[in-house]
């Protein structure tokens, strides 16, 4: 079995000076591809200004650029506008691998397929190819078109091996690299061999700087595919365990069970992790003389990472209601005020009992196969807690507000 290691959660210096080498170029290269990616259909300008405006590290324009400047490339600009080529065929395999691994975050922003569905993320892709095209025919090097269309051709070629190899979890480490020398360490050496071509060095340092590339890419590619296992969505930036194909059932239900009954809030006092009506796994006398390490008989229903569903059995004791209410630090004073007639009805009589709350909506979203609990809503509500249909939240009549014995202490600015 293979070890997952730990990687630092920073982008090692060697980036910030392979980028603050060639600051001012890549502002160039930035520019190069917001002119190249100018639309008259207004579609296609808004997708691609969402996807140039999602960022990135541009680190394989960085190596085209780095690599001409290592050569000592002074004459123009090529090394810029086959730059931005190169970040523009990254670009399109991102777009077409998201749609592929039906992946809705990347770069800590929403994909383009999941605002604007597959159909236009996929030609959004086709688009950003036949511009980098254009460009590599507006270069005018035969060898920088062999090797950028071929390179094209080999990502294309990986993405079909992976699609071939999808839910393998005994593949070959042959096939492994296979597939991510293909769709990742090829342009990363195409990168670094274009720099070697602007100069017209000698087949020696073009080799070189190719299987320099090559080993990056590989290197960053596992790397990457680490961090698919053990990192989070804030730093990773996209769903964990989606490169890596892990979701590969269809339907994975899971029973959740053994949630703790209480855990601590920030000042060191017992709070209720699900709510103070939960029926433990222990007697009242364990429960007093232990209660952080009581488990409680509260459940959760999750389907494929979602929770569709949660409930619990309820205490029917009033005696262990009582000393649920003491390990809360509540008195008997305010358990009476607040309490006091769930105590009497359980002592009277009250048969154990318990209940599952299902979310539907949750349901009708992955039966939908959304990602977005809003696509299912009946009446959903915008980002800012606005409801379309209705316009709430709205102004209300004074009137209203009397009834309800209500005053509004809004005062409109001038």
């Not at 890549?26 to 960022?55: A, N, W």
């Amino acid at each position: 079995m293979g070890t997952v290691v730990q990687l630092r959660n920073q982008i090692n210096n060697s980036y910030y000076q392979l980028k603050d080498s060639v600051d001012e170029k890549l502002v160039l290269v930035e520019e190069k591809i917001k002119s190249k990616l100018l639309s008259e259909v207004d579609l296609v300008q808004k997708m691609t200004e969402y996807h140039i405006d999602s960022g990135g590290k541009r680190l394989r324009a960085l190596l085209t650029l780095g690599s001409a400047k290592l050569c000592g490339y002074t004459k123009g600009g090529r090394d810029i506008n086959l730059a931005a080529c190169v970040e523009m065929i990254h670009g399109a395999t991102l777009m077409h691998d998201d749609v592929i691994d039906l992946g809705n975050i990347r770069r800590g922003k929403k994909t383009l397929n999941s605002i604007w569905g597959n159909h236009s993320s996929v030609l959004i892709g086709d688009y950003l190819l036949s511009r980098c095209f254009e460009m590599m025919v507006d270069d005018g090097n035969i060898e920088v078109l062999k090797l950028l269309s071929s390179t094209s051709s080999k990502i294309a070629q990986g993405e079909v091996l992976q699609l071939q190899h999808k839910g393998e979890v005994d593949m070959l480490e042959e096939t492994y690299f296979k597939i991510i020398t293909a769709k990742t360490a090829e342009l990363f050496s195409a990168a670094t061999k274009v720099g070697a071509i602007l100069s017209n060095k000698e087949t020696k340092e073009k080799e070189a700087l190719e299987f320099y590339g090559k080993n990056l890419g590989l290197t960053f590619q596992i790397a990457d595919d680490t961090l698919d296992y053990n990192s989070d969505l804030k730093f990773f930036g996209k769903k964990i365990g989606k490169d890596l194909d892990l979701y590969t059932c269809q339907w994975a239900p899971c029973w959740v069970i053994d949630f703790p009954m209480f855990e601590k809030n920030k000042e060191g006092n017992l709070t209720s992790l699900h709510h103070p009506f939960t029926m433990p796994k222990s007697s009242v006398e364990e429960l007093a003389s232990d209660p952080i390490n009581i488990i409680a008989e509260a459940y959760d229903i999750v389907l494929n990472g979602y929770e569709v569903g949660g409930g619990s059995l309820r205490v029917h004791d009033p005696l262990m209601q009582q000393s649920i209410f003491k390990a809360l630090n509540i008195s008997d004073e305010e358990a009476e005020n607040k309490f006091g007639f769930l105590i009497k009805a359980l002592s009277s009589g009250c048969p154990p009992h318990g209940g599952i709350a299902f979310g539907l909506d949750r349901l009708v979203m992955l039966l939908t196969n959304t990602s977005n609990i809003r696509d299912v809503i009946a009446f959903p509500k915008t980002q800012s807690a606005s409801c379309l249909l209705t316009e709430a939240p709205n102004t209300v009549d004074e009137n209203q507000l009397e009834e309800l014995f209500i005053e509004s202490t809004f005062k409109e600015q001038d």
